[in-house]
């Protein structure tokens, strides 16, 4: 089972950006979440992220590498990552 990228957004009100991401008057990236993918959807978000916070309404990012050595996130993003997500990727 693979891990996808997801973006918790705040549409309403002032969001920490990271420096560097453009304001689109829409969207703002509030946290930046990891999810399992769906079984037997490699490319389908499940329906919870791994600090366990639906992920209907937020926005799929990347797969991230299984293994890898480097960040699952994006580095933009690398001040607004779930700390319980990380947590959970780290073990």
Known sequence: MGTV?????????????PPGARDNGKERVRKVHAAPTAPGEPAVTGPRTLCGKDTFAMRTG????????????????????CPDCDAVIET
């Open 5 to 17: 990228v997801v973006y918790e957004l705040d549409k309403k009100g002032p969001a920490r950006r």
């Open 62 to 81: 990347p797969l991230t590498s299984e293994g890898g050595d480097g960040p699952w996130s994006p580095a933009q993003y690398a001040s607004v990552v």
